[in-house]
T-cell receptor, first 113, second 121 residues
Framework: SQQGEEDPQALSIQEGENATMNCSYK?????LQWYRQNSGRGLVHLIL?????REKHSGRLRVTLDTSKKSSSLLITASRAADTASYFC?????????????FGQGTILTVHP | ETGVTQTPRHLVMGMTNKKSLKCEQH?????MYWYKQSAKKPLELMFV???????ENNSVPSRFSPECPNSSHLFLHLHTLQPEDSALYLC????????????????????FGEGSRLTVL
């Protein structure tokens, strides 16, 4: 299976609910990043968590990282219809190039008004 | 607007055509990337240019030929493509750091363009 696999593949919730997406990976990482993609558009960086960090917050986003389980989760609180998008985790092996990332297949999130 | 502009946004070409995708970044970054996004597959890293030098080529077929004339521009030249090459091609840029900067709280953000949707007939 691929490095950076998201779970679930699709998630459908009502506005105001929380959305949790999980990501698992196989090899050692330097950092893990989450990106969002609206349909047919480019990806937008949401948050980066380093391998020595366990939790990070940014606005309504909360990311956790468990390197012993090689897994991460992205929580979006109080979701809005505008959060409807695909969400990808991506792992970086380190070094100087942040862009050499391995992406998962993504979670499609649908938030119903 | 992410500061990374890709043209054209849509391209249809026959298998014998030669075309090019263009990417321009206005962020002053020193690294640029081509990624391929196919249906039901994860994004695949194709090429990495750091300081205008190609530092990675992920076993991409020779019918894809990248060019980076300066740190702001990146091209992907396409020649005799196959229908399975139809995909969304995404350009991205980042500011590469030294190892010391990795510990200094830099954002590590990768900036993507909107992509070029390629259809090969």
């Amino acid at each position: 299976s691929q490095q950076g696999e998201e779970d679930p593949q699709a998630l459908s919730i009502q506005e105001g609910e929380n959305a949790t997406m999980n990501c698992s990976y196989k090899t050692s990482i330097n950092n893990l990043q989450w990106y969002r993609q609206n349909s047919g558009r480019g990806l937008v960086h949401l948050i980066l968590i380093r391998s020595n960090e366990r939790e990070k917050h940014s606005g309504r986003l909360r990311v956790t990282l468990d390197t012993s389980k090689k897994s991460s989760s992205l929580l979006i609180t109080a979701s809005r219809a505008a959060d409807t998008a695909s969400y990808f985790c991506a792992t970086g092996a380190g070094g100087t190039s942040y862009g050499k990332l391995t992406f998962g297949q993504g979670t499609i999130l649908t938030v119903h008004p | 607007e992410t500061g990374v502009t890709q043209t054209p946004r849509h391209l249809v070409m026959g298998m014998t055509n030669k075309k090019s995708l263009k990417c321009e970044q206005h962020l002053g970054h020193n690294a640029m990337y081509w990624y391929k996004q196919s249906a039901k597959k994860p994004l695949e890293l194709m090429f990495v240019y750091s300081l205008e030098e190609r530092v990675e080529n992920n076993s991409v077929p020779s019918r894809f030929s990248p060019e980076c004339p300066n740190s702001s521009h990146l091209f992907l030249h396409l020649h005799t493509l196959q229908p399975e090459d139809s995909a969304l091609y995404l350009c991205a840029s980042s500011q590469d750091r030294s190892e010391g900067d990795l510990l200094a709280g830099s954002t590590g953000e990768l900036f993507f363009g909107e992509g070029s949707r390629l259809t090969v007939l």
